[in-house]
Every structure is written in structure tokens, then in C-alpha cells.
């Protein structure tokens, strides 16, 4: 954290409710907390160019390493030794170098190398922090993004430490680099400050250092540059048309022209060997399909539709077979092959499909967990807000709605064992996916520009009438759980709802004023909150409107606050000052933080104390009563 911040210390203090467990509720049976906590991600692959080996991250023993195993199946071996844990959302991908003898990745801000069989060296100990190397074609070259005058910029450095140059630098940050394949120019997502809604594609001249524009316009975004096998074309993502499709742009210059018309968001985009097809993740209302676009006429086919997610699709140096990760409410996340087949009219179908890594627990495999059904219901305006719903098996008369975090981001079918674990208590459990989120198009996405917390908390509202509707579930006892913005979502909606819908909150790591939020955050978060609601100094009644810390008189439920004093995100600063408001109100709360977590919780003995908490609170106030 800066050391200009405000300090706030370890606390574990409460105001008007019981704290002790309730002896007479116990675990769901064959679940415990222990078992929730047990499962270890594996994410992030990546498949080598020769097809014959697996890298990946695997959180386990309180770390996050790098490990690689044979692509046919085998035994991990660990290639990192001490990488800190981190939040699986914002980690990097370890990187193949393209003659498949080296792996290039990011430590604690140090970009290191590892060559077959051999410990990491550092690469990067030029500046104090760097990240996201990619590969040169030469196997020898890394570009690498580092902090410099605070915008990200990129420079050319070497596997073995060299000096780096400067490759791309200009008045915003850049994203994502590509090289070409004769290493001659590298394709760039670059993000102006002078217009934080604008990604923009440029072309970067590794040898002069000179650019030039490929695509980009006002307001709209550009992301993911894929340089086609042969060099020819630059594939990539745009939200131009309303969705993320697919654009390719000839690499020698003329207009960019949009490839397919899925209407749906579309990722993870990956060229085959032989430049024929793309391989792409759809987002179906947070279902992510894994399937292939020509690209040549932009026909889109599934190759593989669940209600799940499939990630980071790559091929065989050969095209007969992909790689994948995917995961499901049911089911952790692991990686996964699939062989390719020639089917009808020139199209690759699916083969075989066969799991690389098992990750669920045999104590887990035999415990009934609940697969979500997607639902929608109308807000204040009219607009329909889709959510997914966990209906327990055995309804104990109490709900919890789930607002997500970002607020860019969305609710999908991804493996959350606490949720598992409350619905076998009983909760019905209804994620939503409120105004402002993503993967329902940019008018969506775009409906809380410049006003947060004023129509996404009416949709946390409106989800209360919702779930007070279904039978099984008591009006009385709904309670409001979420985490960054959707703690944030928490606060607003016990502070602006004069009908007083819920029985409690939980608010983990959110904001309560994003003035100060603002002010005590770190420099991307800061970047994030202006590109939707405008600098402070000039929308200050945009600010103000937003901080329910104003209406805290008209809390009347009471609220379990947590929050990680390493959070550079959301400042713990934004606990601490609801926390003295809350008290100087006479209101109930109970309120912990924790010391070495940031914005969300990574250490296993602190995962246990936060599910104890949560589970204590919600058995106090929403739980029937002998």
C-alpha cells in the first residue's frame, strides 16, 4: 500500500449482535468448511508449440505456481518455487517460448525464465516491477510490459537479463502485444488517456520503434490481436457492432472488417496451423461454448455447448486436437483435449474429449450439488435483469442475492463451492447480473455510465421482490451477499431501500464513498472508476450520488463487513469510514479485517475464518428460529 494512505490496522469488533455459532444448526450432512476450501485451481494453461507439454497455474499450499505435465496425460511437475497466491482473475498465462525450451513468466513483479529442467532466473531486474512477456519468434527475445512515468509501456529485453529497449511508448497504456511472425512488427492494444472508453489497434515497428493505427474509434473497444499463421492478417476482437466479434485487418494496411455475426460476445481467440479456422469461447448468458469460425466466410459452429465455461482453447502444432480449460457449477475447473475429426463440408468436428487433470475431491463426488437455472425478471424500468437461481433441494424458507463484482463483469456457470455448500443448508441462492455488467452487449454494459449505485441497486431491489415470489422462500428472511462492486451493491441496498427488503447484508471488500475510493485506490482502479463516472473535480454530483455513506441513517439491517488490509483496489480505508459511520449511527454491524489479504481472500486459514463469519451471521438473522 502508499505510504501516504491513511492506516488501518487489524480489528475484530462488533455492535449489537450475537456473535457466538448457534449450536443448534449444523453442517449440511457430508459437508464441511474444510471440504469447501479443499479444492485446488488449475487455470491458465498453456500448450507448448510442439504439442508435447502443459503449463499451468495451480493454487495449492498457499501458492500459486507454475507446473507442467506431459499433454498426453501424466504426472505435474513444479516449475516455480515461492510464486506468491494471487487472484485467479487478473493472472498472467505462463509463455512458451516458440521452440517449446523455455517458459516465461511473472513473479511477484519479476518476469523469469525457466528453461527445461532448470530453476527461473530473473530477467527483469532492470525496474522495479514488469510483466506479461511474450515471445519473440526467435526464442530468445521477451517483450515485456513495464510501469514508466505510470503508464504501462512495453520494452524488448532477452531470456537471459539483457538490457531491454523501448518498443512501445505513448500517451496511454498498452494492453497486449503480439509480435509478428517474422519479428518485424508486433500488433498492440494501446488504451489513450485522453479517452479511457477507446482501445485502440496499433501496429508497432520493432525495428524503429515507429507505429501506426490499425483501428480504433471513440467509445468503442479493440482487444486480443492474433496474427494468422502466415503473417498475412490480424485477427481481433471489437465491440464495435454491440458485441465482441471477430475483425480481421490485413497486416499490410486497408480497412478492418467484422468477420463474424454471432451477436454474442466471443473470446479466447486462437489461429490454426494451417490459417483455416479460429478457435473461440461464445458467451451464451454466462454459459461460455467452445467453438471454431472460418475464417474465411465467418460461419460460426460448436464444436463442444455445456452449461459451463470452456477457457483458453489452443492447439496441436498439427490441428487434430485442441486443449482447453472448463469448469461448471458442478465440476472445478481442469484442463481437458479434445481430438479434431473432418467433417461435413470441410468443417472440424469434435472427437474424443478426455480430462488432463482431475481437481474435484472424492469426498465431494458423491455430495448433491445444485446445477443454476437462468431466469430474468422485470426491474423498476421494465428492463428484464437475467440471473442464474439455485433452488435447494430442501428449501429452509431463507434466500440470498448475489450482486457480482466489477461492476464490467458478470455472474457465469463457474465453480463456486461455498455457494454449493449454503444451498445444501438450504438458501435459495439467485446470482444477478444487474444493469452495467458484461456479456449482454455494450448498451447494457453501458447503462450505469455515469451512475452507479442509482438503477444497479434498484435491480438488487427488485430481486428481493423477485425471490419473495418463489415458493419456498420466506419475505422476511433475504439476505444480500456480494464483494467489491457487488459489496458496494450491498451497501446501497441497505441504505436506499425505504421498504427495508432485506434482513441483513454482507459486504466484503466494497466501497461505501468512492470519493475517498477513489482518491486511496490504486492508479488502474482509479483509471476504471473515471473511464465510467468522469474525474471527481468535474462530476462531483455524479460522485456524490454514487456514496451511500450519506444515507447510512437509513440502515436498519444489520451488516457483516470484511475486508484485506493489502487491498489496493478497494482501500480498507472504505471499510473503516461505513464502520465509523455505522457506529456513530447506532447501527448493527460486525466488522473484521485481515491482515497480508487484498482484494479478495487467498490464504486458507482466512477462508475458513471468512466462511465461519458469514455462515454465523446468515444462521443469526436469516435462519428460522426454533
Known sequence: MKN??????????????????????????????GLVHSVNRIYNHSLSPDGKTVAFLW??????????MPAAGGWPQRVSVGRPAYQYWWEETPRWSPDSQYLAFTVDGVVQVAARGALAKPVSDFTARAGSPVWMPDS???????????????????????????????????????????????AAVFAPLADLNRWELRLVNLGGGHERRIEGQPGTRDASPRWSPDG???????????????????????PATCLT???????DLAWSPDGRWLAVTVNDNGAFHLGLVDAVSGGLHLLRERLGCHLHPQWGPKGDFLTFEYTDPLTPPDIYRMTLRAGAEGRLEAGTVRALTVSLPEAMEGLKRVMPEAVSYPSFDGLRIPALLFRPEKPNGAAILHPHGGPRDQYVYDWDPFVQYLVAKGYTYLAINYRG?????REFELLNQDSWGIGDTQDCLYGARYLSGLTG?????????????GGYMTVCSLSRDP????????????????????ALCERGTRLYTEMQLGHPALNREVYRAGSPILQVNQVQKPVLILHGLEDEVVPPQASQEWVEALRAAGKTFEYKTYAGESHGFLKWEVLMDVGQRIERFLDWWLMPKP
Open 261 to 267: 455475426q454471432a451477436g454474442k460476445d466471443l473470446a
Open 499 to 518: 421498504e427495508h427488503r432485506f434482513a441483513c447484508g454482507v459486504c466484503l471488500y466494497g466501497d461505501a464513498d468512492i470519493f475517498s475510493s477513489w
Open 473 to 485: 422462500v420466506d419475505a422476511e428472511r433475504i439476505g444480500i451477499m456480494g464483494g467489491s462492486y
Open 437 to 441: 455488467g458484461s456479456g449482454y452487449g
Open 232 to 254: 498475412g492478417r490480424i485477427a481481433f476482437l471489437s465491440n464495435r457492432s454491440g458485441f465482441y466479434e471477430v475483425w480481421t485487418a490485413d497486416s499490410a494496411g486497408g
Open 59 to 68: 493454487d495449492r499450499d498457499g501458492f500459486t505456481e507454475v507446473y507442467s
Open 4 to 33: 501516504d494512505r491513511p492506516q488501518v490496522n487489524v480489528t475484530d469488533e462488533r455492535s449489537g449482535w450475537p456473535s457466538l455459532p448457534r449450536p443448534d444448526l449444523k453442517p449440511p450432512p457430508g459437508w464441511s468448511l
Open 140 to 186: 530468445f527475445g521477451l517483450l515485456m510490459s513495464v510501469e514508466r512515468d505510470e503508464m504501462t509501456q512495453i520494452v524488448l529485453g532477452d531470456r537471459q537479463g539483457g538490457w531491454p529497449r523501448l518498443a512501445a511508448s505513448g500517451a496511454g497504456d498498452y494492453l497486449e502485444v503480439r509480435p509478428s511472425p517474422d519479428g518485424k512488427w508486433a
